[in-house]
Nanobody, 123 residues
Framework: QVQLVESGGGLVQAGGSLRLSCAAS????????MGWFRQAPGKAREFVTG????????YYTDSVKGRFTISRDNAKKTCYLQMNSLKPEDTAVYFC????????????????WGQGTQVTVSS
């Protein structure tokens, strides 16, 4: 069993930055690929970025490449999402996700979800 708790969301102006954190419980954090998904009002939850168990491989959806960076610290059982050059279209609830295995872009393959944290980017 893994529990995920996100923090770091908030309101920021366009062009600003935020750093999200996802703290995990459980003894096998390093067994899990981690990811961040987001869901805007009226839209489906979508993949944003993922990282493999060791942090050696990362994946990004095209719209955030060059602006967002995912990382993880297995000793602290924490995954991070650094978001720079934020745009109003980045406004959404951001969810931390864990999968026992490889990174996935599919919501139905996720094993554990965090509760979500709101990110609002004003223009």
């Amino acid at each position: 069993q893994v529990q995920l708790v996100e923090s770091g969301g908030g309101l920021v102006q366009a062009g600003g930055s935020l750093r999200l954190s996802c703290a995990a419980s459980g003894r096998t954090f390093e067994s899990y690929a981690m990811g961040w998904f987001r869901q805007a009002p009226g839209k489906a939850r979508e993949f944003v970025t993922g990282i493999n168990w060791s942090g050696s491989s990362t994946y990004y959806t095209d719209s955030v490449k060059g602006r967002f960076t995912i990382s993880r610290d297995n000793a602290k059982k924490t995954c991070y999402l650094q978001m720079n050059s934020l745009k109003p279209e980045d406004t959404a609830v951001y969810f931390c996700a864990a999968r026992n295995g490889i990174v996935t872009v599919h919501t139905w393959e996720i094993d554990y979800w965090g509760q979500g944290t709101q990110v609002t980017v004003s223009s």
